[in-house]
């Protein structure tokens, strides 16, 4: 499974690159590529533009990525989460999992949750809070050249519902979009008061299978 951590917006609405705002002692982005390796991932895909080498740079710190860089920010969600699927390909992800740099509370039971939906013959798997539906979204690879034609900010949203996608339904309230001062100091907040704890490094499913293969 690869994992496409889309980390390539200027931040506007927070007034600076929220990817490197910190939160329990790492950057929001780290905390995500976190949660994809402790669900499984076998890979990272991490997606930049604006500040590029800075955000690489925090979301590598624990953990090896693959950094692809978009120079079409301003041509919307769409272009970054094309040049992550593309990269994701290359890699021979069977599935490829989506999350947002800007979502560190996203639990890596989650990413695990929407992965099995997808293997277990899925196209697409989404996650159903208790607030609705969010991110992260899982594909199987046969569904990929099917975003080809994906533009703006709207990402995939507007063919989910062509392709069959699954619903994982999970008892919590959607994670937070950091995506503004005021939602970065209530996370910072929750945090402070014992909420979501960072997710830690566990062995990805290829690693799994060569401890059975090798015990």
């Given at each position: 499974m690869v994992a496409v951590?889309?980390?390539a917006?200027?931040?506007?609405?927070?007034?600076?690159?929220?990817?490197?705002?910190?939160?329990?002692?790492?950057?929001?982005?780290?905390?995500?590529?976190?949660?994809?390796?402790?669900?499984?991932?076998?890979?990272?895909?991490l997606v930049v533009g604006?500040?590029?080498?800075?955000?690489?740079?925090a979301a590598s710190e624990e953990h090896p990525i693959h950094v692809v860089?978009?120079?079409?920010?301003?041509?919307?969600?769409?272009?970054?989460?094309?040049?992550g699927i593309a990269a994701a390909t290359d890699l021979d992800a069977g599935?490829?999992?989506?999350?947002?740099a800007d979502q560190p509370e996203v639990g890596a039971d989650t990413v695990r949750a929407v992965t099995a939906a997808v293997r277990a013959g899925a196209p697409v798997a989404r996650v159903r809070y208790d607030?609705?539906?969010?991110?992260?979204v899982a594909f199987a690879r046969r569904v990929l050249p099917r975003l080809a034609d994906l533009r703006g900010d709207r990402g995939a949203r507007e063919l989910l519902a062509g392709l069959g996608v699954v619903e994982v339904a999970r008892r919590r309230p959607a994670p937070a979009d950091l995506d503004t001062r005021s939602a970065w100091r209530a996370a910072v907040r929750r945090w402070e008061a014992g909420g979501p704890r960072p997710a830690q490094r566990s062995p990805s499913c290829r690693e799994q299978e060569g401890q059975a293969r090798h015990p």
């Open positions: 951590v889309l980390a917006g200027e931040g506007r609405r927070f007034g600076g690159t929220k990817q490197l705002a910190r939160l329990g002692g790492r950057p929001l982005v780290a905390h995500v590529v976190a949660a994809a390796r402790d669900g499984g991932a076998d890979e990272v895909v604006h500040e590029a080498r800075r955000v690489a740079q860089t978009t120079p079409q920010v301003a041509a919307g969600q769409a272009a970054s989460l094309l040049a599935v490829v999992v989506v999350l947002l607030d609705g539906s969010g991110h992260p």
